[in-house]
């Protein structure tokens, strides 16, 4: 009779143990609000400047001297709205990974709905991820050269470089999607 009672009691402690490791994982609910409210935070600035360069240019302070500022100003809004989509994207995927499917997704019958990011996987999410980290950095780099002045001929070199990296990691990110 003792024998029956301890894997009872063993049984019991490990549904306990694993019960407490599964309501853990709770804990990633932290870094998926702190995400969305970056996310939130992030498409706040990128509307700020987007809407102080549309202020100056319906002023009409648009001029020469100052188009390369403003058009700074609109690719760095850009920018902005691109690392607020990144953080959404980790907080909605880090939420479906660990934590539970988005119930009102699956509600809906639209099938490009559904498949919004279809994140089955760490390896998915951080693949999606990657992709707007470039294209962030794509823009961030436009938007230094935009200001870039040539001197010389090594800075015009240069300036070439960049500009072929930059069309090279574009078809990267093109070619990834299509194997």
């Known amino acids: 009779m003792g024998d029956n009672l301890k894997p009872t009691r063993k049984l019991r402690v490990e549904r306990r143990f694993e019960s407490a490791i599964w309501r853990f994982r709770l804990i990633t609910l932290i870094p998926v609000v702190m995400s969305l409210m970056g996310s939130v935070s992030c498409f706040v600035l990128g509307t700020y400047e987007e809407l102080t360069v549309l202020t100056k240019v319906m002023q009409g302070h648009f001029t020469y001297a100052n188009s390369t500022l403003l058009i700074g100003k609109v690719v760095g809004g850009i920018d902005y709205y691109l690392i607020g989509i990144a953080l959404l994207i980790f907080g909605y995927g880090i939420y479906e990974l660990i934590i539970s499917d988005i119930d009102v997704r699956q509600q809906d019958n639209s ?28 823009v961030t780099a436009f938007k230094v050269m935009v200001g870039f002045e040539v001197k010389t001929i090594t ?23 299509k194997h």
């Open 111 to 138: 099938q490009e709905r559904r498949n919004l990011l279809n994140i089955e996987s760490l390896d998915g999410l951080k693949h999606k991820l990657t992709k707007v980290i470039i294209v962030a950095l794509i």
């Open 155 to 177: 800075e015009l070199l240069q300036y070439c470089a960049g500009v072929l990296m930059l069309a090279f990691s574009a078809y990267l990110i093109g070619r990834t999607g």
